[in-house]
């Protein structure tokens, strides 16, 4: 709700408080898509270092290792080539209940 006695002319008062009443509905929805892009990227952790998903070993000795499912893999070159089944599934197994 606005209100607008500024002007003597009930026709400017009326535009000035239809421009401060799409001020505030703008503002209004600004915040809404705010909260609701904030509610869509959930909880974020801090880029830092250990806070890796995956180590990728390739000397002295080949190995991948998920960090959050613990699971490890050998074979460096078939991942490397984008066999990712093992880790997706073990994600999958492993992802907390919403």
């Keep these: 709700m606005v209100q607008c006695q500024n002007e003597r002319s009930q026709l400017r008062n ?3 408080a239809m421009k401060m009443l799409m001020a505030k509905l703008y503002d209004k929805q ?3 898509n ?3 892009q904030e509610n869509l990227h ?3 952790k801090e880029i830092a270092w250990g806070s890796q998903i995956r180590s990728y070993v390739l ?3 080949r190995l991948i290792k998920d ?3 613990s699971v490890e893999v050998g ?3 078939a991942v490397l080539d984008g066999d990712l089944d093992n880790f997706i599934k073990a994600f999958l197994l492993w ?3 919403r």
């Design 42 to 44: 959930g909880e974020k």
């Design 59 to 61: 000397q002295p000795y």
């Design 34 to 36: 705010l909260q609701a």
């Design 75 to 77: 074979n460096v070159d």
């Design 95 to 97: 992802q907390p209940r």
């Design 67 to 69: 960090h959050r499912t």
């Design 30 to 32: 600004q915040q809404e």
């Design 14 to 16: 009326k535009e000035m």
